[in-house]
């Protein structure tokens, strides 16, 4: 049972705009900075998103990241096939950081 | 290139010890705190453990703390876990993190505990 809910999976077609949302609590995401993180199948995850809407250098734009109260989103815009993936939202949490199950973004 | 290479995953029987290693290369070592992260057979991400640039500040998730131990060779660029008493809950890859912001993932070292 993950301290962060996520969905377990989202599907859109080409160029359809998908939202994963993610769903904490006062001591996670209500006080603290939420990240998100890209996996494919067999590699590391990869930093997607930092402190609630920053995109690292080589992020697509098409990737945005919100946050309100005790919930956060992340948004992928223009979907595109090779962002079928999962998808980790992650934040801290009194002592150490917590990740939401993970969502499985699938394109039709 | 920046790049951390993590080692010493292997198949370990339940109640035995490991230290994995990660090796940095690319930036300063010495600047970043560091953080393991683990995913288990299908599952998600667990963050384990933190530990500061200096090696002074650690923090450990509650279903680690007391088995794992985290360090730091800041002369050698390296990372480890020290990982004991060893249950087979505790199969899973395990990542070596960069930044207090886990920015840069390293591409994991299996860790299987198994009789």
């Given at each position: 049972q993950s301290v962060?809910?996520?969905?377990p999976s989202v599907s859109g077609t080409p160029g359809q705009r998908v939202t994963i949302s993610c769903s904490g609590s006062t001591s996670n995401i209500g006080s603290n900075v939420v990240n998100w993180f890209q996996q494919f199948p067999g590699t590391a995850p990869k930093l997607l998103i930092y402190y609630n809407d920053r995109r690292p250098s080589g992020v697509p734009d098409r990737f945005s990241g919100s946050k309100s109260g005790t919930s956060a989103s992340l948004a992928i815009s223009g979907l595109q096939s090779e962002d079928e993936a999962h998808y980790y939202c992650a934040s801290w949490n009194d002592s150490g950081w917590v990740f939401g199950g993970g969502t499985k973004v699938t394109v039709l | 290139d920046v790049q951390l290479l993590e080692s010493g995953g292997e198949l370990v029987q339940p109640g035995g010890s490991l230290r994995l290693s990660c090796a940095a290369?690319?930036?300063?070592f010495s600047n970043y705190a560091m953080n393991w992260v683990r995913q288990?057979?299908?599952?998600g991400l667990e963050w384990l453990s933190g530990l500061s640039d200096s090696g002074d500040d650690t923090k450990y998730a509650a279903s680690v703390k007391g088995r794992f131990t985290i360090s730091r060779d800041n002369s050698k660029d390296t990372?480890?876990?020290?990982?004991n008493s060893l249950r087979p809950e505790d199969t899973a890859v395990?990542?070596?993190v960069q930044d207090e912001q886990l920015v840069l993932w390293g591409q994991g070292t299996l860790v299987s505990v198994s009789s």
């Open positions: 962060l809910t996520q969905s | 290369s690319g930036f300063t288990a057979p299908g599952k990372l480890y876990l020290h990982l395990y990542y070596c």
